[in-house]
């Protein structure tokens, strides 16, 4: 109910104008939540994936909550730290909430010192999207199959750079499993990204890159890129042809890759379960889906409880192949 509503009814009720049930009426059309701009904080530069993602959502909740104002904050750097440290610095009000990936919650096991516990000041609110990722190469490294890849590996240890988005990062982790799981000796890269690292196996500087499909679908339709694999529990629909690591004995990389939103501890319940179904409900309009499906990502669609227990499920196994392989950030 606007303010100046608000006066008329009240000025109504006092001359006994409006009657108790219609007055009782008018109060339960207030909006409990949101009442003012809700902001989300994205711990990424503009035009990226995460970027592209909230922004999208954004949109849609800025309609369905009548104009009430949705604003994409991006406070890019520390590994998500800086972003995640604004939201929790935020009044608890359910006017400021945290828009990532799988980095935050991965933190404490890349880090001695995390100065905030991602599991118990985060909540898990919905997942906006979920997406396999794609392994490639380029007709340059003279390997056309994951088959072809670890074979040469093998026979030329040292030979093959992989690179990655980030010491830490699954695509980090993909490499550390693929050469564990198939005794190829693939040398780490990493770079500040998904994006330069594909851009360095187009130039020749890498033979392989982990990255989302919507990056390099281009490159792989004009024959500059091969798909070698995907993660996932099967095969992506997007690349139906394309086999998944489970499938070539590569295991940990079963659950989807996301982005989703969390709010800080102390929000009220009911503030996380509404922006959870309006999130729902935002990324299935389809309008949306389809330029999800573009970028070759799927709508999260799932509740509030489906979203934390895939959250939990990933950090476990995340954690669990990170303190294997002793890799840390400092």
Known sequence: MSLARRRFVQAAMAAGLVPASLSRTAWAQEPAW??????????????GGADM?????????????????????????????????SVLGAPRDGSTFLATISLTTQLPFLMQKVPFSPETDLVPVAAITTEQLVLVTSPASGVKSFRDLVEAARKQPGKFAFGSYGVGSNSHLVLIEINKASGADLVHVPY??????????????VA????????????????????LAVT???????????PTLLELGVKGFETPAWIGVFAPRGVPASVVTKLG?????AVAAPDLVARLNDFCQEPGQMTTAEFQALVKRDSDNAGRMIRAAGVRLE
């Open 34 to 47: 949101p009442k003012g701009p809700v902001r989300f904080v994205v711990p990424f530069a503009p035009g």
């Open 53 to 85: 993602a909230t922004r999208l959502m954004a949109e849609k909740l800025r309609a369905a909550w009548g104009g009430t104002a949705a604003l994409v904050d991006n406070k890019p750097g520390a590994n998500t730290i800086i972003a995640a440290e």
């Open 192 to 205: 500040k990204g998904a994006a330069p690292a594909v851009q360095a196996v187009l130039a020749g500087d």
């Open 208 to 227: 392989l890159a982990l990255s989302n499909l919507g990056t390099v679908k281009q490159h792989i339709a004009a024959g500059r890129l091969i798909p």
């Open 232 to 242: 996932g529990e099967k095969r992506y629909r997007f690349v139906p042809d394309v």
């Open 277 to 281: 179904a309006d999130i729902q409900a």
